[in-house]
């Protein structure tokens, strides 16, 4: 916030959470400051205040009025989810829905202009309010993301994003946002309409004020997607619902079909909804799905919250390992602001990994277009944000970087022998307040750390493939760990803007450690005769978001092999199938072929696979998820992680198990134990007598 900002605030009289700030001759602001909080969000007490003000402005009416957050944190976060956690009734979800609605019915009807100033997140019941204001101003910061995510929540965006976001910018952008829960950047949000004007922070002010008083006619969307949300909406739902069936089923996530089904048949006003819908409210509300994934948010927010206290506040990064980890480990810490110098044994080798990482801050750091088109038709913006990006990312085949690093990073290939000698050097050259990190998958630390003079400066920061896409980073603790290293290695994540999960030095950690002896065990289905399609199929529909044996393939058949043996205890519980296509060096997707053969990164498969889980064995989804269940139960029990809501939060985050079923311990203790298969399965890897269920919990 500005000096400017800052003199409209102290000006500002109003509540404790809402401040009203009047400009001679201009437009007055409004400002959101919730107390006790870091974060703006539209809490109970929130919407109380929000509702006296407007009885204000109603009563007397400013030239214009301008909506802006107080904290440095962002706009609005959106609904208080706590309070939503509380609701105990559908009757008093249809409240709290029917309470926003209203008032944001109202900011739309105001007779005057009104703005959004947006800087930072805008999420939710934050954007809907943007969304009922006249005009929305985005400040162009890294920072600003704009969403409405409540399907993440297994719940719709009820206070009129519904309604108002397929009006103002078509409604295949909307869908494509609302379904998935997607963000938009703040020049996006430029782009699709969403947003009036995109400005830089130091002329935010001003770019209001003028905005506002501008006269400016509304947005609207091109006749094409005006028609779209009008008298074509049928054909627009109907081929939405069949991409939708094609991701996600409606058992296990209600809320997108609902949010279809809400739009197209309902305006967008879910209180239309008559209550014994699929779509309404009072469904929606009593779905299991909505406990669960409502138990992820929590879940999320305690990883969130590891490192907060430590301090450490990294600026360079030095990465030993140039492969497609190291490379992409240096590439995210770009990304986020950081310098990072890459080493290899050449330029040569360093080459590849500079050039996905151009890739990656072109996708990323893609721009507005405003300056005209470059090279390849990319926009001089974008070509500019990602020369500025490389210009942080420096190759350094000599390892200078390691004595100015405050973090290093090893990615080499998994020998013990290798990184021992690498950190022995490493120790030599590195300051010694400087984090010393390895991104072993399969090596303890203890291990690994004999090599070092001070053996509690080794922590592992364990990033999974491929890291731009994966949000967990496991934080490994060896014996001799020092605990303030491993804060510290924890905050280094949430500067990245990934999970921090803390787990103990064992084998696989965690993730790899439930992963294994789940894809071994698709592979052993494999083996029986079950074609992999099917085995792929009944995995999916189950809810993961890959098929094991696709996934076996993607990650690299020589990888799980080495994994299997040094996992489950040797070669005899290798699929022997497994091992002939490593010897023949069919290792996949980087080959070309393994279980499937590989065209341009995709798996061929065959014309049954779409059908493929109709006829899947009873029960092979469980059977094979079995020894994932009982690996995640093993790891909380040898406190690899400290507790099973640990354990749940770093399966879903890390393998991408169903979110619907809340994570695997929490799936186990609310279906039961499983059948035949899975029993024995269990029974097998966990030593515990397990008992035939007669049928499954509620």
Known sequence: MNAESSALLRAAAGGRHWRLAEEAGGPSWLWLDKAESATNTLSRAVMDELEEVLGRLEAAPPRALIIASAKPAGFIAGADISEFEQLDSATAARALVTRGWALFERVAALPFPTLALIRGHCLGGGLELALACRYRLVVDDKDTKLALPEVMLGIVPG?????????????????????????????????????????????????????????????????????????????????????????????????????????????????AVPAGDPASLEALIASPTTRKLLR?????????????????????????????????IAAVCVLAGLTVTLQDQSVARIAPAIGRAAELFRRKLGGSGKSGRGKGGRSEDTERAVRFALDRLLPDPQGYGVARADLVIEAIFEDLEAKRSLFAELERKARPDALLATNTSSLRLEDIATALGDPGR?????????????????????????????????????????????????????????????????????????????????????????????????????????????????????????????????????????????KEGKAEKSAAAEHAAESAPVGLAQRIVAPLLAAARRCVAEKVVADADLADAGVIFGTGFAPYTGGPLQYLEDVGEFRIAGRAALQQNSGVTVQTPTQEKP
Request: glycine share 10%.
């Open 458 to 598: 080794l922590v592992g920061i364990h990033f999974f493939n491929p890291v731009p896409r994966m949000p967990l980073v496991e934080v490994v603790s060896g014996a001799q760990t020092a605990p303030a290293l491993a804060q510290a290695a924890a905050s280094f994540v949430r500067r990245i803007d990934k999970l921090p999960l803390p787990v103990k030095s064992a084998p696989g950690f965690l993730v790899n450690a439930v992963l294994a002896p789940y894809m071994l065990e698709a592979l052993r289905c494999v083996e029986e005769g079950i074609a992999p399609e099917t085995v792929d199929a009944a995995l999916l529909a189950f809810g993961m978001p890959m098929g094991p044996v696709e996934l076996v393939d993607t990650v690299g058949l020589d990888v799980a092999l080495a994994a299997g043996r040094g996992l489950t205890g040797g070669e005899a519980q290798v699929p022997a199938r497994l091992a002939m296509l490593v010897e023949a060096g069919q290792l996949g997707r980087k080959t070309g072929q393994g279980y499937y053969r590989w």
């Open 296 to 328: 992820v948010f929590f879940l999320q927010e305690r990883l969130k919250g590891y490192g907060k206290e430590s301090g450490f506040a990294p600026r360079h990064v030095h990465v030993v390992g140039a492969g497609v980890m190291g490379g992409d």
């Open 159 to 271: 206070w009129g994003g519904m309604k108002r976001l397929p009006a103002l910018i078509g409604p295949l952008a909307a869908l494509d946002m609302m379904l998935a829960g997607k963000s938009v950047d703040a020049r996006r949000a430029k782009r699709l309409g969403l947003a009036d004007d995109c400005v830089p922070a130091r002329v935010m002010e001003n770019a209001a004020r003028m905005l506002v008083l501008s006269g400016q006619p509304l947005h609207k969307p091109p006749l094409l997607a005006r028609l779209l949300d009008g008298p074509l909406k049928p054909l627009v739902a109907s081929r939405a619902r069949k991409q939708l069936a094609a991701r996600a089923r409606a058992e296990h996530y209600p809320a997108p079909y609902a949010i279809l089904e809400i739009w197209a048949r309902h305006g967008g006003n879910a209180l």
